[in-house]
């Protein structure tokens, strides 16, 4: 195997897992919903046909049991696979970020994460003393839980009049401050949020992460591509250290690097929005050199369309990856692998903003790989340990290998 291009599909999940009333989430669906919502808003079909020739109707089917509300399927035109499809249900205590990419990287997060629980008033008095003293200034604004576009049109004019920063966080394990990019400072931001995170060790919060925004009256604040996550080391090696450990290549495109603490990362590129990452991939199949891992987080798909529960936008954003796949495939060299993957599910459809724990879909295409059907994964880290193999690197601890399916040698 030459090269892998990894494409996470943040926040597509498709259906509820088994686990999934422990989480509130039975009857979340993020792919089955969104496709039915954006139908009857556009009074229009979903059309996505080459994520169909991928085996994404196929894997959905099989996670769910349902056809997929989409026109290859309502026209009974559903093309025959180009690439081997499976589901992967999580076995991480959380349905966060970094446990979804931990995991597909051979590496599953099985303690639990702290949380700040209450929805007001949710972070310990000491903490916000201790970074108001270190941090330099004199308060914060919001301290709960809230959707990160909707606490900038909320507290985005008191900020710039007081200069406090808008502290606040989720269900997830994170610690976020929010801050006008001009008035505010980003490098001043930054540090704030360094502090943050070594002030958060003792209540093992996952991440903090940093939201800078600009504009100049609340209808018109827009986060900015500036956006930083700092997280906790990953508890052992994922397979990206294993990669560079062995002399191979680790390029990271979006917010991996931050998602992995930089660790196993050989070169990064930030892009903004799904054009720009996705352009930035698609240069990689021209500079990157064999041995490499080109991995790439499309965080579009969860920030701007389901946190922000919008299942037309998040349709439409399919149907644009959609029109990059065939030349992007048509570009790959011969002995390259593209997988295409998620993290978590994220339904526009669901009540509250969070994520929804569903199973992944784990698509695999190579020209010179097998296409068939892999089934049910019992873990996301069966990516992992798959592409351990692909590689020749060491094995990982957690998963089970589903090249040599794959490979026709």
């Given at each position: 195997m030459s090269r892998v291009f990894i494409f996470v599909i943040d926040s597509l999940g498709l259906g509820e897992t088994p686990d999934a009333a422990d989480f509130g989430d039975v009857g979340a669906d993020t792919l089955g919903n969104l496709a039915k919502a954006f139908?009857?808003?556009?009074?229009?079909?979903?059309?996505?046909?080459?994520?169909?020739?991928?085996?994404?109707?196929?894997?959905?089917?099989?996670?769910?049991?349902?056809?997929?509300?989409?026109?290859?399927?309502?026209?009974?035109n559903l093309p025959t696979p180009i690439a081997s499809y499976s589901y992967a249900k999580e076995i991480s205590t959380g349905k966060d970020t970094p446990s979804g990419h931990?995991?597909?990287?051979?590496?599953?997060?099985?303690?639990?994460?702290?949380?700040?629980?209450?929805?007001?008033?949710?972070?310990?008095?000491?903490?916000?003393?201790?970074l108001y003293k270190e941090g330099g200034i004199e308060g914060s604004l919001c301290n709960g839980h809230a959707s990160g576009t909707e606490v900038i049109a909320k507290f985005g004019d008191e900020h710039i009049k007081t200069g406090l920063p808008i502290i606040y966080?989720?269900?997830?394990?994170?610690?976020?401050?929010?801050?006008?990019?001009?008035h505010f400072g980003l490098d001043r931001l930054l540090k704030l949020c360094h502090l943050a995170r070594e002030i958060l060790e003792p209540y093992n919060i996952g991440r903090v992460i940093a939201r800078p925004f600009v504009g100049d009256a609340s209808d018109n604040y827009v986060r900015t591509g500036n956006r930083r996550d700092l997280s906790v080391l990953p508890p052992n090696k994922t397979l990206l250290e294993k990669m560079t450990d062995s002399g191979g290549k680790v390029v990271s495109i979006g917010k991996i690097a931050d998602i992995f603490a930089q660790q196993g990362i050989s070169e990064k590129f930030k892009a903004t929005g799904l054009e720009e990452l996705i352009d930035t991939a698609e240069q990689q199949?021209?500079?990157?050199?064999?041995?490499?891992?080109?991995?790439?987080?499309?965080v579009d798909f969860d920030s701007h369309y389901g946190h922000r529960r919008d299942p037309v936008g998040y349709a439409l954003?399919?149907?644009?990856?959609?029109?990059?796949?065939?030349?992007?495939?048509?570009?790959?060299?011969?002995?390259?692998?593209?997988?295409l993957t998620a993290d978590h599910g994220c339904d526009p459809t669901w009540p509250g903003s969070d994520h929804t724990r569903e199973y992944i879909p784990i698509l695999c295409y190579g020209s010179k790989l097998k296409a068939q059907d892999l089934?049910?994964?019992?873990?996301?880290?069966?990516?992992?340990?798959?592409?351990?193999?692909?590689?020749?690197?060491?094995?990982?601890?957690?998963?089970?290998s589903f090249y040599q399916n794959l490979s026709s040698h």
């Open positions: 139908a009857d808003k556009q009074q229009r079909p979903l059309s996505i046909p080459n994520l169909c020739r991928m085996g994404m109707a196929h894997a959905y089917q099989g996670a769910t049991g349902k056809q997929l509300h989409c026109k290859e399927v309502l026209e009974n931990w995991e597909m990287m051979g590496v599953p997060v099985l303690f639990d994460w702290g949380y700040f629980g209450k929805q007001a008033n949710c972070f310990p008095e000491e903490l916000l003393a201790r966080t989720s269900s997830d394990s994170v610690f976020q401050i929010a801050a006008h990019e001009d199949l021209v500079d990157a050199p064999d041995n490499t891992i080109v991995f790439t987080n499309l954003a399919l149907e644009y990856l959609d029109g990059r796949l065939a030349p992007f495939i048509d570009k790959m060299s011969d002995d390259d692998m593209l997988i089934g049910e994964r019992d873990t996301f880290a069966d990516l992992g340990q798959s592409l351990a193999d692909a590689l020749n690197l060491p094995a990982m601890d957690y998963g089970t």
